[in-house]
Nanobody, 124 residues
Framework: QVQLVESGGGLVQAGGSLRLSCAGL????????MGWFRQAPGKEREFVAV????????YYADSVKGRFTISRDNAKNTVYLQMNSLKPEDTAVYYC?????????????????WGQGTQVTVSS
């Protein structure tokens, strides 16, 4: 069982930065791939980024590549999402999630545990 708690969301102007954190409660945190997803009003939840549990490999959605960076600190049971050069279209509720899948899972159905979400609003 893994419990996930996100923090770090807020209101920022376009071009600004935010860092989201996701604290995991559970002894097996390091054995899960960790992903970030987002959901804007009226839209489906979409994949943003993932970091593997083993090698620390990462994969990003094209829409955030070069602007967002995902990382994890297994000693602190925490995964981060550094978001730079934010755009109004990045506005959404951001969720972190844990997956037992091997590799770099991107489908929501491959994730076993989800946080409650944190709101990110980017003003133009």
């Amino acid at each position: 069982q893994v419990q996930l708690v996100e923090s770090g969301g807020g209101l920022v102007q376009a071009g600004g930065s935010l860092r989201l954190s996701c604290a995991g409660l559970g002894r097996t945190f390091s054995t899960y791939a960790m992903g970030w997803f987002r959901q804007a009003p009226g839209k489906e939840r979409e994949f943003v980024a993932v970091v593997s549990w083993g090698s620390g490999s990462t994969y990003y959605a094209d829409s955030v590549k070069g602007r967002f960076t995902i990382s994890r600190d297994n000693a602190k049971n925490t995964v981060y999402l550094q978001m730079n050069s934010l755009k109004p279209e990045d506005t959404a509720v951001y969720y972190c999630a844990a997956s037992r899948a091997v590799g770099l899972p991107r489908a929501t159905t491959l994730y076993n545990y989800w946080g409650q979400g944190t709101q990110v609003t980017v003003s133009s």
